[in-house]
T-cell receptor, first 111, second 113 residues
């Protein structure tokens, strides 16, 4: 599986947009970019995923660069409840492909 | 929808004892995953099942660990004998076979003394 690189930690003011970057320069053509988050003491939670087009859902937006070597997860209006570790994962499209969690980005939203 | 259910939520046991962790996946899901999370190693996939059949157990640390899925609504992860280094949070997750979203349970915090 392709590896991802994320900053260790980030801060964001409540109400502002949180932009979490991820590098995946070795991604291959059939691999998707997934984002999960883990709030303290809870199981990871799926956020969003995409292949090459930008995606948006009720939780976040995912912007993937044209060369697909990097992406950004955007939380448009961060709240204190968004404080969590955010994982960017690259996974193939086959059913047997696994999610490999890295160390993620610890996002701290402050008042 | 009750989500993925794990039991017990907390387990404290002595070294050498057998430990059994349980998981009930979301109804209709036919893929089930067992993960372990520690501060040192992060979140690791131990084993996963598809249609009750183990597909990949390459993450199982050693023979002391075993997992079963006797039917679509129940799975167990057993450690025998347990050791202090097995102390971790164990998560179970489920998904549709061809789905991309894994739904995680609340985890079982295991402490082996």
């Amino acid at each position: 599986d392709a590896k991802t690189t994320q900053p260790t930690s980030m801060d964001c003011a409540e109400g502002r947009a949180a932009n979490l970057p991820c590098n995946h320069s070795t991604i291959s053509g059939n691999e998707y970019v997934y984002w999960y988050r883990q709030i303290h003491s809870q199981g990871p939670q799926y956020i969003i995923h995409g292949l090459k087009n930008n995606e948006t859902n009720e939780m976040a937006s995912l912007i993937i660069t044209e060369d697909r070597k990097s992406s950004t997860l955007i939380l448009p209006h961060a709240t204190l409840r968004d404080t969590a570790v955010y994982y960017c994962i690259v996974r193939g499209s086959y059913n047997t492909d696994k999610l490999i969690f890295g160390t993620g980005t610890r996002l701290q939203v402050f008042p | 929808d009750a989500g993925v259910i794990q039991s017990p939520r907390h387990e404290v046991t002595e070294m050498g004892q057998e430990v059994t962790l349980r998981c009930k996946p979301i109804s209709g899901h036919n893929s089930l995953f067992w993960y372990r999370q520690t501060m040192m190693r992060g979140l690791e996939l131990l084993i996963y099942f598809n249609n009750n059949v183990p597909i990949d157990d390459s993450g199982m640390p050693e023979d002391r660990f075993s997992a079963k899925m006797p039917n679509a609504s129940f799975s167990t992860l057993k450690i025998q004998p347990s050791e202090p280094r097995d102390s971790a949070v164990y998560f179970c997750a489920s998904s549709f076979a061809t789905g991309v979203k894994q739904y995680f349970g609340p985890g079982t915090r295991l402490t082996v003394t």
